[in-house]
């Protein structure tokens, strides 16, 4: 017999607990029913799938119980039931990191239908992701191209106000990574962080993603992400790809933070910062007329390029341990390390996909390799025959095998330790001397090419 | 089932949970039929004693057990004050009390439809 999934009740009314356990059963999940915040903090224990939190709790403050579940369990699905009166108190869960929020009188049919979404989203363990040993901000990674140190300057410097931000670059260099580290450098990190694909949605759909719709005959009312994103940020990926009418509309709240629903014609207000990434050439879709140039003078300043990982290539050994890292955590694998030569043809390899490339590539290494250490053989053939394309490696390094080993090495040990030599060299294996002496021999300064 | 049971109850909303659950929100919907006037009763003590707090915990959750049974004109009723003095308990024991004779009809007439459950109704 196939165990169902459980659903924590959190709820002090009895009418409404009952209702919800009963639906919950028969839309085939198994309620854990708690009347008080006590017990539910007993019952969170167990393996959950979802929560609902009513926020009327005799003996504590909901809000506080559900940033308590969630410090325990980070990444559950936590729906938040309120009546109207509360829901300034639902916007401060969202914040605090609730999936959604219901208003009372609650409809069965909405709730374990986006419920049941939330879960198949994230059918596993959460991940705490305060357990990576890796900076997640991406403002302390020391970076070792010229690429990477401008752009993550120009980042930081963004972070610093609330203006918009235009990312640009190819496919896969990062954009959506570079957009949530200026929401967390910025002052708005607490608030969510939320991402729109516009080249994914039909015009309509996308309208109704990003600026929510109001209740019509078909359903009840549905929150845009710049509704959530409200003081957090908002990231539209593609932004060239939106309508001429969704250009305006975010033209509009880009200026006076205003906005419309689909099928409304009330205002409302959003503070969200809003950053956009694109890789098409803007100003040439201005020029012809398929992006409208006060829009684009509103997102680029600041604009921040994008290079192709080819161009950043010594930054590898970085993004290839923060990769690693969360392939491990998602799959609660033991520690793994990619051998010197793994990453010698890493380092050769040209990268048309960029680092979504990468991504998958050491995705693919780490299900093919069954040791504590990534091997040439473990990676996917185009990597491993890279070794051959004299073009590609002479770009990127020196001519001797047992250099480039070395180097890479070295470039890897100094990235994970922040450039820490000491803590590098007892990673290696090496005296403290054999590291200076290292960095010396390889140009290196400080963890970062001279 | 005229107008005035229509701004008593949601009778709509009360017939899709009745189709969801097959007839199963009844007896639960019944249940809190049958406390309603004693959790009033509850209510206007907490009132008498001015202790806000306890008044708006009670106001509270009251309103949100009729959102949910579909007793809309309670739950209206509960939304008006905005301070707990003004809380009118005669008002609201009228209100409960025509609401469940509305509910109860109701109830008499839906039951049919799942006879199986109507042994999990109270006496009351």
Known sequence: MVSRKKILIVEDDESTRMLLSLFCDRNGYHPVI???????????????????????????????????????????????????????????????????????PFNPGDLFKVIGEAIA???????????????????????HSEAGKRAQQLAINASRNSAPVLLTGPPGTGKSAMARMIHNLGANSQGQFR???????????????????????????KQGQVEFATAGTLYIAAVDKLSPALQSELLEMLESGRFRRMNSDCFLQSECRVVCGSSA???HAAAIGRFRKDLLFRLKTPGIELQPLKQRIDDLPIFCELFLTRILVRDKRPRLRISGAAMQELLKYHWPGNLDELNHTLES??????????????????????????????????????????RASL??????????????????????????NMIERHQLKGGTIR | MNEDTEN????????SLGELSDGNVYPIVDRFANSLLQRIHDLRDVVERHDSAGTKSLVHQLKGSALNCGFIMLAGLLSRPRENDQL?????????????????????????????????????
């Open chain 1, 34 to 104: 708690c009347a008080t915040a006590e017990k539910a903090r007993e019952s969170a224990k167990e393996g959950l799938a979802a929560m609902i939190l009513d926020l009327g709790l005799p003996d504590a403050d909901g809000v506080s119980l559900l940033r308590e579940v969630l410090a325990e369990k980070p990444g559950l699905p936590c729906f938040i039931l309120t009546i109207q009166d509360s829901a300034r108190a639902a916007v401060s869960c969202l914040k605090s990191g609730a999936t959604d929020y219901f208003t009372k």
């Open chain 1, 121 to 143: 989203r994230d059918p596993g363990v959460a991940v705490d992701t305060r357990k990576l040993t890796i900076p997640t901000t991406g403002g302390d990674l020391e970076w």
């Open chain 1, 195 to 221: 991402a729109v694909d516009a080249e994914s949605l039909e015009p309509d759909a996308l309208h109704a993603e990003l600026f929510g719709h109001d209740a019509g005959p078909s359903g009840r009312a």
């Open chain 1, 281 to 283: 050439d803007l100003e």
């Open chain 1, 365 to 406: 290494a780490c299900i093919h390799c069954t040791a504590s250490e990534i091997q040439p053989d473990n990676l996917p053939y185009y990597a491993r025959r890279s070794g051959k394309s004299r073009k590609a490696a002479e770009t990127v390094i020196g001519s001797s095998s047992i250099e480039d080993v070395e």
């Open chain 1, 411 to 436: 470039l890897t040990a100094l990235s994970i330790c922040r450039g820490n030599r000491r803590l590098a060299a007892q990673r290696l294996g090496v005296s403290l001397r054999t590291i200076y």
């Open chain 2, 8 to 15: 008593h109850l949601d009778l709509e909303r009360l017939k």
């Open chain 2, 88 to 124: 009118d308990t005669d008002s609201l024991v009228r209100c409960a009390s025509e609401s469940i004779e509305i509910w109860k009809l109701f109830l008499s007439r839906e039951i049919v439809e799942y006879p199986e459950v109507s042994h999990n109704l109270s006496d009351t």
